[in-house]
């Protein structure tokens, strides 16, 4: 009777221990085995000083109407805030995830979140989509690939927020806004300012020197007149650790704010 009574509680505990935790969410829609993380901004600062340029550099997205930069490099992603001048988020995948640049990320067009997909060469589509909660730096698993992502499985406080059409097609650099169109020229190894229509002359932004990763213009547009970009702290160009978010004033070739991801 006595070893009956032991066994009847061992069991109990056994299913109490199941309800708790289905009750504090390690048992729900999250991905349980988390491909990324949200990262302390100190550690992935010091992590980035030894990256050495390679065969690809940063990459940068920014929205229409966000306040947000946020620029990718292995295995890290960072977002730079423009109105308090300081990264305030970092994340950092896992290695079974790969790298910023095998990733297709889609931004609500406030920045504050996102979809990320890891782009896959051998089939079609993206797999493991995820859905990033910056604000309140979460991560929730939506679907093992593109076939079976739906948008109803993004929360629907959340959902009227992404541009779903195309959703995952779709440009991250905000170049339209521009009233301007900046070629970057091969042979001079620096980027000119056209009118869109070309009635004008062009000029040099000499600015923007340093700024040309994976063979194609590395900016983002802000407004009509005004780019994002990182950029070397020094003359050392080869350690991405290194660099700087600044916003650039294309009519007057002029850097209006900056923001070093780390200093020598």
Not at 36 to 60: C, H, M, P, Y
Not at 108 to 114: F, V
Not at 225 to 241: E, H, S
Request: with cysteine; aromatic share 12%.
């Amino acid at each position: 009777m006595k070893r009956r009574v032991i066994n009847v509680c061992i069991l109990f505990i056994l299913l109490f221990s199941l309800v708790l935790q289905g009750c504090s969410g390690k048992v729900n829609n999250t991905n349980e085995v988390s491909n990324l993380d949200f990262v302390n901004i100190q550690s992935a600062r010091e992590e980035l000083k030894t990256v050495i340029w390679g065969s690809q550099g940063w990459i940068t997205y920014f929205q229409d109407q966000s306040n947000y930069i946020y620029a990718g490099h292995g295995s890290h992603l960072l977002r730079y805030n423009i109105k308090d001048n300081k990264i305030d988020r970092a994340i950092k995948l896992h290695e079974s995830f790969g790298g910023i640049h095998d990733t297709n990320l889609r931004f609500t067009l406030d920045g504050e979140y996102a979809i990320i997909g890891i782009s896959n060469q051998d089939q079609k589509g993206l797999t493991n989509i995820n859905f990033l909660n910056f604000e309140n730096k979460t991560n929730t698993f939506l679907a093992n690939e593109e076939n079976n992502f739906k948008i109803e499985d993004v929360p629907e406080e959340v959902r009227s927020k992404f541009n779903t059409e195309n959703i995952f097609h779709k440009n991250n650099d905000n170049h339209d806004v521009l009233k301007f169109k900046i070629v970057y020229n091969s042979e001079e190894s620096t980027y000119f300012v056209h009118t869109l229509d070309n009635a004008s002359s062009s000029y040099e932004l000499n600015t923007l020197r340093g700024a040309y990763f994976n063979a194609e213009p590395h900016f983002v547009g802000i407004d009509d007149k005004t780019i994002g970009t990182l950029l070397p702290t020094d003359d050392d160009g080869l350690n991405l650790g290194y660099y700087k978010f600044v916003l650039i004033d294309i009519e007057k070739d002029e850097i209006i704010q900056e923001y070093a991801i780390n200093r020598r």
